[in-house]
Protein backbone atom coordinates (compact mmCIF):
# COMPACT_ATOMS: atom_id res chain seq x y z
CA UNK A 1 0.00 0.00 0.00
CA UNK A 2 1.21 3.61 -1.61
CA UNK A 3 0.48 6.43 0.34
CA UNK A 4 1.30 9.87 -0.09
CA UNK A 5 0.98 13.29 1.89
CA UNK A 6 -0.54 16.41 0.29
CA UNK A 7 -1.58 20.05 0.26
CA UNK A 8 -5.37 21.01 -0.22
CA UNK A 9 -5.66 24.93 -0.70
CA UNK A 10 -7.46 26.12 2.01
CA UNK A 11 -7.66 23.16 4.12
CA UNK A 12 -4.03 21.96 4.68
CA UNK A 13 -2.16 18.81 4.83
CA UNK A 14 -3.58 15.34 4.00
CA UNK A 15 -2.26 11.64 4.46
CA UNK A 16 -3.70 9.78 1.90
CA UNK A 17 -3.87 5.90 0.05
CA UNK A 18 -2.69 5.83 -3.53
CA UNK A 19 -5.61 3.29 -5.36
CA UNK A 20 -6.10 3.44 -9.44
CA UNK A 21 -4.27 6.65 -10.14
CA UNK A 22 -5.92 8.89 -7.45
CA UNK A 23 -5.13 9.58 -3.65
CA UNK A 24 -7.81 8.88 -1.25
CA UNK A 25 -7.92 10.89 2.04
CA UNK A 26 -7.81 9.31 4.99
CA UNK A 27 -10.15 9.22 7.96
CA UNK A 28 -9.75 9.37 11.89
CA UNK A 29 -12.64 6.61 13.55
CA UNK A 30 -13.89 10.51 14.33
CA UNK A 31 -13.86 11.43 10.75
CA UNK A 32 -11.22 13.92 11.21
CA UNK A 33 -8.36 13.88 8.47
CA UNK A 34 -5.30 12.69 9.03
CA UNK A 35 -2.44 14.90 8.12
CA UNK A 36 0.75 13.08 8.67
CA UNK A 37 2.24 9.65 8.46
CA UNK A 38 2.99 10.35 12.32
CA UNK A 39 -0.83 10.62 12.68
CA UNK A 40 -1.17 7.10 11.33
CA UNK A 41 1.61 5.64 13.42
CA UNK A 42 -0.34 7.21 16.76
CA UNK A 43 -3.44 5.62 15.61
CA UNK A 44 -2.38 2.57 14.59
CA UNK A 45 -0.38 1.98 17.91
CA UNK A 46 -3.82 2.86 19.39
CA UNK A 47 -5.08 0.18 17.36
CA UNK A 48 -2.36 -2.13 18.64
CA UNK A 49 -1.99 -3.10 14.32
CA UNK A 50 0.34 -1.86 12.17
CA UNK A 51 0.11 1.20 9.78
CA UNK A 52 -0.48 -0.63 7.30
CA UNK A 53 -3.43 -2.48 8.50
CA UNK A 54 -4.22 1.05 9.97
CA UNK A 55 -4.33 2.48 6.57
CA UNK A 56 -6.26 -0.17 5.23
CA UNK A 57 -9.02 -0.44 8.09
CA UNK A 58 -9.23 3.73 8.00
CA UNK A 59 -12.37 5.39 6.71
CA UNK A 60 -11.88 7.28 3.72
CA UNK A 61 -12.34 10.57 2.45
CA UNK A 62 -12.34 12.36 -0.90
CA UNK A 63 -10.03 11.20 -3.90
CA UNK A 64 -8.11 13.38 -6.45
CA UNK A 65 -6.74 12.07 -9.89
CA UNK A 66 -2.65 11.25 -8.88
CA UNK A 67 -1.14 13.36 -11.67
CA UNK A 68 -3.56 16.51 -10.29
CA UNK A 69 -1.08 16.09 -7.47
CA UNK A 70 2.05 15.63 -8.80
CA UNK A 71 3.12 18.96 -9.91
CA UNK A 72 5.54 21.89 -8.89
CA UNK A 73 4.78 23.01 -4.54
CA UNK A 74 2.12 25.99 -4.55
CA UNK A 75 0.20 26.95 -1.58
CA UNK A 76 -2.72 28.17 -3.81
CA UNK A 77 -3.11 23.99 -5.45
CA UNK A 78 -3.16 20.97 -4.33
CA UNK A 79 0.20 19.32 -4.40
CA UNK A 80 2.32 16.26 -3.14
CA UNK A 81 4.37 17.27 0.26
CA UNK A 82 7.20 15.18 1.65
CA UNK A 83 5.63 12.01 2.42
CA UNK A 84 7.38 11.64 5.52
CA UNK A 85 8.65 14.57 7.62
CA UNK A 86 12.24 12.33 8.90
CA UNK A 87 12.98 14.02 12.22
CA UNK A 88 16.66 12.60 10.90
CA UNK A 89 18.13 11.58 7.48
CA UNK A 90 20.85 9.33 7.66
CA UNK A 91 22.37 7.69 4.94
CA UNK A 92 24.75 4.53 3.74
CA UNK A 93 27.73 4.84 1.85
CA UNK A 94 29.76 2.77 -0.72
CA UNK A 95 27.35 -0.21 -0.73
CA UNK A 96 27.10 -1.02 -4.13
CA UNK A 97 30.21 -1.74 -6.45
CA UNK A 98 29.50 0.81 -8.42
CA UNK A 99 30.12 3.53 -5.22
CA UNK A 100 32.82 2.32 -4.72
CA UNK A 101 34.37 2.44 -8.36
CA UNK A 102 33.11 5.99 -8.60
CA UNK A 103 34.54 7.01 -5.41
CA UNK A 104 37.95 5.61 -6.23
CA UNK A 105 37.74 7.53 -9.41
CA UNK A 106 37.53 10.94 -7.50
CA UNK A 107 39.62 10.54 -4.17
CA UNK A 108 43.10 11.42 -3.98
CA UNK A 109 42.80 9.11 -0.71
CA UNK A 110 42.50 5.69 -2.32
CA UNK A 111 42.37 3.07 0.04
CA UNK A 112 39.61 4.14 2.25
CA UNK A 113 36.74 3.13 -0.16
CA UNK A 114 38.29 -0.04 -0.63
CA UNK A 115 38.75 -0.95 2.52
CA UNK A 116 35.15 -0.08 3.70
CA UNK A 117 33.46 -1.22 0.85
CA UNK A 118 34.98 -4.85 2.34
CA UNK A 119 34.72 -4.18 6.09
CA UNK A 120 32.48 -5.52 8.61
CA UNK A 121 31.24 -2.04 9.66
CA UNK A 122 29.52 0.03 7.02
CA UNK A 123 30.07 3.49 6.52
CA UNK A 124 27.18 4.91 7.80
CA UNK A 125 26.66 8.84 7.80
CA UNK A 126 24.49 11.73 8.68
CA UNK A 127 22.48 13.08 5.68
CA UNK A 128 19.59 15.75 6.57
CA UNK A 129 17.36 17.16 9.17
CA UNK A 130 13.82 18.11 7.47
CA UNK A 131 14.35 21.47 6.52
CA UNK A 132 17.04 20.39 4.67
CA UNK A 133 14.53 17.54 2.52
CA UNK A 134 12.99 18.63 -0.55
CA UNK A 135 9.40 16.68 -1.38
CA UNK A 136 8.11 15.97 -4.71
CA UNK A 137 8.96 18.55 -7.08
CA UNK A 138 10.70 21.08 -4.86
CA UNK A 139 13.69 22.21 -5.67
CA UNK A 140 17.06 20.04 -4.80
CA UNK A 141 20.62 21.60 -4.20
CA UNK A 142 24.08 21.94 -6.00
CA UNK A 143 26.36 23.81 -3.90
CA UNK A 144 27.42 26.78 -5.55
CA UNK A 145 31.02 26.16 -4.06
CA UNK A 146 30.81 22.82 -5.96
CA UNK A 147 31.92 22.35 -9.88
CA UNK A 148 30.94 18.48 -9.90
CA UNK A 149 27.60 17.46 -7.95
CA UNK A 150 25.43 14.30 -8.85
CA UNK A 151 22.07 12.88 -7.95
CA UNK A 152 22.56 9.66 -5.74
CA UNK A 153 19.84 7.57 -6.59
CA UNK A 154 18.88 5.26 -2.97
CA UNK A 155 16.23 3.31 -1.46
CA UNK A 156 15.18 4.64 1.73
CA UNK A 157 13.66 3.17 4.45
CA UNK A 158 11.53 4.03 6.88
CA UNK A 159 11.90 3.30 10.27
CA UNK A 160 10.10 2.67 13.27
CA UNK A 161 12.05 3.94 15.92
CA UNK A 162 12.58 -0.15 17.54
CA UNK A 163 14.74 -1.30 14.82
CA UNK A 164 12.16 -2.26 12.22
CA UNK A 165 11.05 -1.24 9.06
CA UNK A 166 7.75 0.47 8.58
CA UNK A 167 7.87 1.07 4.73
CA UNK A 168 10.27 2.06 1.90
CA UNK A 169 10.74 5.66 -0.06
CA UNK A 170 12.84 7.07 -2.93
CA UNK A 171 15.79 8.96 -2.16
CA UNK A 172 18.04 11.64 -3.97
CA UNK A 173 21.62 11.80 -1.61
CA UNK A 174 22.41 14.71 -3.68
CA UNK A 175 26.32 15.02 -3.50
CA UNK A 176 29.35 17.49 -4.23
CA UNK A 177 31.91 14.67 -5.23
CA UNK A 178 34.71 17.43 -6.00
CA UNK A 179 34.83 18.02 -2.54
CA UNK A 180 34.55 15.17 -0.89
CA UNK A 181 37.57 13.75 -4.10
CA UNK A 182 39.63 16.57 -2.44
CA UNK A 183 39.26 15.06 1.16
CA UNK A 184 36.92 12.68 2.58
CA UNK A 185 36.97 14.75 5.46
CA UNK A 186 35.01 17.09 3.61
CA UNK A 187 32.17 14.21 3.52
CA UNK A 188 29.91 16.03 5.88
CA UNK A 189 30.28 19.57 3.24
CA UNK A 190 29.72 17.26 0.39
CA UNK A 191 26.77 15.72 1.49
CA UNK A 192 24.82 18.19 4.05
CA UNK A 193 23.72 21.85 2.84
CA UNK A 194 20.54 23.52 1.75
CA UNK A 195 18.04 20.99 -0.47
CA UNK A 196 20.56 18.15 -0.04
CA UNK A 197 18.11 15.43 -0.01
CA UNK A 198 14.54 14.64 -1.90
CA UNK A 199 12.24 12.31 -0.71
CA UNK A 200 9.10 10.62 -2.32
CA UNK A 201 7.25 10.34 -4.14
CA UNK A 202 4.84 8.50 -1.64
CA UNK A 203 5.73 5.69 1.11
CA UNK A 204 5.42 1.81 0.34
CA UNK A 205 4.39 0.53 3.76
CA UNK A 206 4.74 -3.45 3.29
CA UNK A 207 5.89 -6.28 5.45
CA UNK A 208 7.78 -8.19 3.08
CA UNK A 209 11.64 -6.57 2.64
CA UNK A 210 11.09 -5.74 -0.88
CA UNK A 211 14.75 -4.38 -0.87
CA UNK A 212 16.17 -7.63 -2.23
CA UNK A 213 14.12 -7.20 -5.82
CA UNK A 214 13.32 -3.22 -6.24
CA UNK A 215 14.30 -2.20 -9.90
CA UNK A 216 15.89 1.46 -9.16
CA UNK A 217 16.16 4.00 -12.22
CA UNK A 218 16.86 7.30 -13.12
CA UNK A 219 17.26 9.94 -15.80
CA UNK A 220 18.09 13.49 -15.83
CA UNK A 221 16.99 15.80 -18.09
CA UNK A 222 18.42 19.35 -19.24
CA UNK A 223 16.80 21.71 -22.03
CA UNK A 224 14.32 18.47 -22.86
CA UNK A 225 16.63 15.94 -23.80
CA UNK A 226 18.06 13.25 -21.36
CA UNK A 227 21.37 14.12 -20.59
CA UNK A 228 21.69 10.94 -18.05
CA UNK A 229 20.20 7.32 -17.71
CA UNK A 230 21.08 4.95 -15.31
CA UNK A 231 19.68 2.00 -13.47
CA UNK A 232 19.85 -1.03 -10.94
CA UNK A 233 18.71 -3.37 -8.69
CA UNK A 234 18.78 -3.11 -4.96
CA UNK A 235 19.98 -7.27 -5.34
CA UNK A 236 23.49 -5.45 -5.94
CA UNK A 237 23.08 -4.23 -2.77
CA UNK A 238 26.39 -6.15 -0.58
CA UNK A 239 24.40 -5.63 2.84
CA UNK A 240 20.96 -6.60 3.94
CA UNK A 241 19.24 -3.70 5.28
CA UNK A 242 18.51 -5.25 8.89
CA UNK A 243 22.49 -5.24 8.94
CA UNK A 244 22.68 -1.29 8.62
CA UNK A 245 19.90 -0.45 10.51
CA UNK A 246 21.35 -2.51 13.16
CA UNK A 247 24.81 -0.85 12.91
CA UNK A 248 23.05 2.56 12.90
CA UNK A 249 20.94 2.16 16.34
CA UNK A 250 24.96 0.88 17.91
CA UNK A 251 24.77 3.28 20.98
CA UNK A 252 22.71 5.53 19.03
CA UNK A 253 18.63 5.97 19.53
CA UNK A 254 16.99 6.64 16.26
CA UNK A 255 13.77 8.04 16.46
CA UNK A 256 10.49 6.67 14.85
CA UNK A 257 10.19 7.95 11.21
CA UNK A 258 13.63 8.71 10.30
CA UNK A 259 15.13 7.94 7.56
CA UNK A 260 17.50 5.56 6.17
CA UNK A 261 18.95 6.21 2.27
CA UNK A 262 20.68 2.52 1.78
CA UNK A 263 23.37 3.71 -0.72
CA UNK A 264 23.71 4.25 -4.54
CA UNK A 265 24.06 1.86 -7.09
CA UNK A 266 23.89 4.69 -10.01
CA UNK A 267 26.74 6.81 -10.88
CA UNK A 268 26.74 8.86 -13.90
CA UNK A 269 30.07 8.75 -16.12
CA UNK A 270 32.90 11.03 -14.93
CA UNK A 271 32.31 13.44 -17.46
CA UNK A 272 28.62 14.54 -15.81
CA UNK A 273 27.62 17.36 -13.57
CA UNK A 274 24.23 18.50 -12.48
CA UNK A 275 23.52 22.16 -13.81
CA UNK A 276 20.57 24.46 -12.67
CA UNK A 277 17.05 23.89 -14.34
CA UNK A 278 17.90 19.77 -14.81
CA UNK A 279 15.00 17.87 -14.20
CA UNK A 280 16.24 14.39 -12.21
CA UNK A 281 13.57 11.86 -12.52
CA UNK A 282 14.17 8.55 -9.72
CA UNK A 283 11.26 6.08 -10.21
CA UNK A 284 10.83 1.90 -9.03
CA UNK A 285 7.88 0.44 -10.49
CA UNK A 286 6.42 -0.38 -7.07
CA UNK A 287 6.91 3.50 -5.06
CA UNK A 288 6.88 5.66 -8.14
CA UNK A 289 8.58 8.55 -9.90
CA UNK A 290 10.04 11.37 -7.54
CA UNK A 291 10.97 14.19 -9.80
CA UNK A 292 12.96 17.49 -8.74
CA UNK A 293 14.82 20.39 -10.72
CA UNK A 294 17.70 21.43 -9.59
CA UNK A 295 18.96 24.77 -8.52
CA UNK A 296 21.65 26.19 -7.55
CA UNK A 297 22.07 26.92 -4.07
CA UNK A 298 24.63 29.61 -2.68
O1 LIG B 1 31.65 7.86 0.96
C1 LIG B 1 30.90 8.44 0.32
C2 LIG B 1 29.46 8.32 0.31
C3 LIG B 1 29.00 7.30 -0.65
C4 LIG B 1 27.54 7.32 -0.84
O2 LIG B 1 26.83 8.24 -0.45
C5 LIG B 1 26.92 6.20 -1.53
O3 LIG B 1 27.58 5.20 -1.85
O4 LIG B 1 25.72 6.28 -1.78
MG1 LIG C 1 24.77 8.11 -1.26
Redesign the pocket.
Known sequence: MRVARYWLPGRGPRLGVCAHDAVHELLAPDGAPLTSLDDLVEHARRAGVTPREAAQRARRGGGLPYRELDRAPDSGRSHLLLPVVPPEVW?A????ER?REA?LAETTTAGV?DRVYEAERP?LFFKATPSRCAGPNAPVGVRADSRWTVP?P?LGVVLDGAGGVLGYVLGN?M?ARDI?GEN?LY?PQTKIYRACCALGPVVLLTDEPVERRLRLWCRVTRGGRAVFYGETSTSRLRRPIAELVAYLRRANDIPPLAVLLT??GIVPPDEFACEEGDLIEIGADEIGVLRNPAIRVA
Do not use: F, I
Request: proline share 6%.
Open positions: AGVTYSRYEEEDSEPLGT
